[in-house]
């Protein structure tokens, strides 16, 4: 008999119980403060996760890449301040995982149109930080809304799309871009490229306005956690990705996701 010794050590991410005190209640920043003012670690056996505190897709992408190369499954992304209490066996969007093999789920990508930007922050000032998306409603005539885009580029491809999409601002968006009047982007764009993205998935959104009203009476489908691949060229802008393959992708992901989901829960 070979004996196999293997080291554990204990990672704490949430307090929901101390001294007496239930927790659940409290938002999670509050009960994140409480776990680390209550404990201490020890290398090796009682350590806390590792966390950043961040609304900014860039470096969460960045996390997520660190996370994978360190033999990670991923990411556990949650709200922090806002409906962020612990509620037991209830899903919820505001606790989300994020995986690599998420992010290759999606097996076609979109081809979209950038409509929009929002001023960068942080390295990324004095530049487009983010980029509005829109598919194509052929029916309409009209380009809709479906994402923010800012992760996926290099600096270098970033300067070249910015260069390039600052000679087609617009001083108001046209007749015919779809959008939700709670999104105020700083530029407005003549729908001039088409750019290949690919996300980790779909979702229902009330933001967002692609293919509005083909699968919920009042919400579109949004894209989330998109990047970009490449810029197509050879593409113009009506040939971009209509709201009817948006749906139509939406609802064969969304059958199969319920249906991994199920086996997940019998196994």
């Known amino acids: 008999m070979i004996e196999i010794k293997v080291d554990v050590c204990i990672y704490a991410f949430d307090l929901l119980y101390l001294n007496g005190q239930q927790l659940l209640q409290e938002q999670l920043i509050t009960r994140r403060e409480r776990l680390y003012e209550s404990f201490e670690e020890e290398c090796g056996y009682f350590q806390l996760a590792t966390a950043i505190t961040s609304n900014d897709l860039e470096e969460i992408q960045t996390f997520l890449d660190t996370a994978v190369n360190a033999s990670c499954e991923g990411l ?3 709200t922090l301040t806002q409906d962020a209490t612990y509620e037991p066996a209830k899903r919820s969007n505001n606790w989300l995982k ?4 998420y992010m290759d789920s999606i097996g076609d990508s979109l081809d979209l149109v950038p409509i ?3 001023h960068g922050r942080g390295k ?3 530049g487009y930080g983010a980029f509005l998306l829109a598919c194509y409603d052929n029916n309409k005539d009209e380009y809709q809304t479906i994402c923010k885009i800012g992760t996926g580029f290099s600096e270098a491809m970033l300067e070249e799309r910015s260069k390039s999409l600052t000679l087609k601002v617009i001083p108001q968006p046209k007749s015919y871009y779809r959008y939700s009047d709670t999104i105020n982007p700083d530029v407005w764009f003549e729908a001039s490229e088409v750019w290949e ?3 980790a998935d779909l979702t229902i959104s009330p933001v967002y306005c692609a293919a509005l009203g083909a699968v919920d009476p009042n919400k579109g489908i949004s894209l989330r956690f998109p990047r970009l691949l490449r810029v197509r060229e050879d593409k113009g802008p009506e040939e971009a990705s209509s709201s009817e ?3 139509d992708l939406y609802l064969s992901y969304f059958v199969f996701s319920n249906r991994t989901c199920l086996v997940t829960g019998r196994e």
């Open 76 to 78: 556990i992304i949650k």
């Open 98 to 101: 994020l995986k690599k093999d």
């Open 116 to 118: 929009a930007a929002f």
């Open 124 to 126: 990324r000032v004095g």
């Open 197 to 199: 993205v690919k996300a």
């Open 245 to 247: 393959m948006v749906r």
